[in-house]
């Protein structure tokens, strides 16, 4: 199987760098969604394309009888974040987005392992089926959750996941679940210095309720982060702005206490409107649940992981990488590339996912590698520079390879799938699983 891998690896380069090169953003993920689905279906698998209300979903299957292991694929770039393969700051002429997540080399290094997992099933007859959840919109749309929803992870024995970073690791923690979503306010348009006393400013209302979040701060359950960017804030000061929006996102581990400080937001701009004579509608964007964690299921892919190593660099990419790691404040030593960060579970992550929701559905575990130079952040323009790069490659290649050594163990070992289960039973406990996400359908043009 790693012969297989590794033959496959220029065309794995060449996938990732189309979609990098195409940067689509969350829900017009078009081309990209494409460029995946033809990869599986040339190699033998059944391609569902535009599940669960998202044209760029899909869910590619393959294999038949036993055990039913899933991977996920990202494929959705990020507004703003354009990028050249490069060692210093410069953008690509007429492109707004780019990879700086890096999720070309998830979605390709997915469809590698996938390949690899069903040439595998097939030389050793061995019964399973191994599947492909092609996930848009990942920043903000909250692709998974639809799909989720739509009960495409009800028969799913095990889902793993992988995502470029900085090092090599299967640690498992926790992460925060969130809600987002837009405050309009509508107030009364008037020329501001002639005859202000007849406006009513929608700006106002934004500006009224963005004060009571911030005192809101200091009466939170511990843990609380609440952000927000002031997406409209009308146009030209002499014109007292009749429409002006805020858009808001509260997170916790805990979805129960998002869900009661987001009520309390949501009050909040009611007063806001109220006291300001504007009037204030509110739309939902995104919901997800914080990552359950499976020890059992991240095992597996931590002794898969180490047995590969790490990312081994080439001289170029150590020069690039060298580059790159000039430009940060400060970076760790290049050959953290090349080790594997010590297995822990538990902890928790400030960031969000939707394979949150996915990880209270089916038993769920990830892994990064070390596709970007040691010390880059994830979002950064370093981080999108890698991602178009041999280096990026590499690190999507180690984690294809993880991900099939761990899915064939698990087809092997089928009892480290009952103890994934009753793991996963056991941490979710009886809380029933409600989504965060309030919408009926997806925000297909939430990027426009
Ligand atoms: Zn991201
Ligand atoms: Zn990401």
């Not at 899909?58 to 393969?85: H, K, N, T």
């Not at 969130?178 to 005859?195: D, L």
């Amino acid at each position: 199987m790693h012969a297989a891998l590794d033959a496959y690896a220029p065309r794995l380069a060449e996938v990732a760098d189309d979609l990098w090169r195409w940067a689509e953003v969350g829900y017009r993920e078009t081309r990209s969604s494409q460029r995946l689905q033809a990869e599986l279906r040339d190699a033998g698998f059944e391609v569902e394309a535009g599940v669960a209300g998202m044209p760029t979903a899909f869910v590619a299957r393959a294999g038949r009888g036993g055990p039913v292991i899933a991977l996920l694929a990202e494929m959705d770039a990020l507004p703003g974040a354009s990028q050249a393969v490069a060692a210093e700051p410069r953008r690509v002429d007429g492109q707004a987005a780019g990879h700086a997540c890096g999720h070309n080399l998830f979605g390709a290094g997915t469809v590698a392992a996938a390949r690899a997992i069903r040439q595998w099933l097939l030389d050793t007859g061995t019964p399973g089926e191994v599947r492909v959840y092609g996930a848009p919109a990942e920043e903000g749309g909250a692709g998974k959750v639809y799909l989720v929803r739509a009960g495409l992870f009800d028969d799913v024995d095990a889902v793993l996941h992988w995502h470029p970073a900085d090092a090599n690791s299967a640690a498992q923690s926790a992460s925060m679940a969130n809600v987002s979503g837009r405050f309009r306010f509508e107030g009364v348009a008037s020329h501001a210095s002639i005859s202000p006393e007849r406006g009513r400013s929608a700006l106002d209302g934004v500006e009224a309720l963005n004060h009571m979040a911030n005192l809101l701060r200091e009466h939170v359950p511990e843990g609380t982060r609440i952000h927000y960017t002031i997406s409209d804030g009308g146009g030209a000061p002499n014109v007292v702005p009749a429409a002006a929006e805020a858009y808001y996102y509260v997170r916790h581990p805990d979805p129960a206490v998002v869900r009661e400080v987001f009520a309390r937001l949501q009050r909040a701009a009611e007063g806001a409107a109220l006291g300001t004579g504007t009037r204030v509608s509110y739309t939902p964007v995104g919901g997800v649940y914080g990552l359950l964690p499976n020890d059992a299921l991240g095992r597996v892919l931590d002794a898969a992981l180490r047995a590969g190593g790490g990312v081994a660099l080439g001289a170029e990419e150590q020069g690039f990488a060298r580059a790159l790691q000039g430009t940060l404040e400060r970076a760790p030593p290049l050959a953290q590339a090349g080790a594997v960060a010590d297995y822990a579970v538990g902890g928790l992550s400030h960031a969000s996912t939707d394979v949150g929701d996915v990880s209270w559905n089916a038993p769920t575990a990830g892994l990064s590698t070390a596709t970007w130079a040691p010390g880059t952040s994830a979002h950064s323009w370093q981080a999108t520079a890698a991602s178009g790069h041999a280096l990026g490659h590499r690190g999507a290649q180690a984690a294809a390879r993880a991900l099939a050594d761990a899915a064939t163990r698990l087809y092997r070992e089928p009892a480290l799938l009952a103890q994934a289960r009753r793991e996963f039973e056991q941490r979710r406990g009886a809380a029933a699983y409600r989504p965060l996400l309030e919408r009926d359908s997806p925000p297909l043009d939430y990027r426009d």
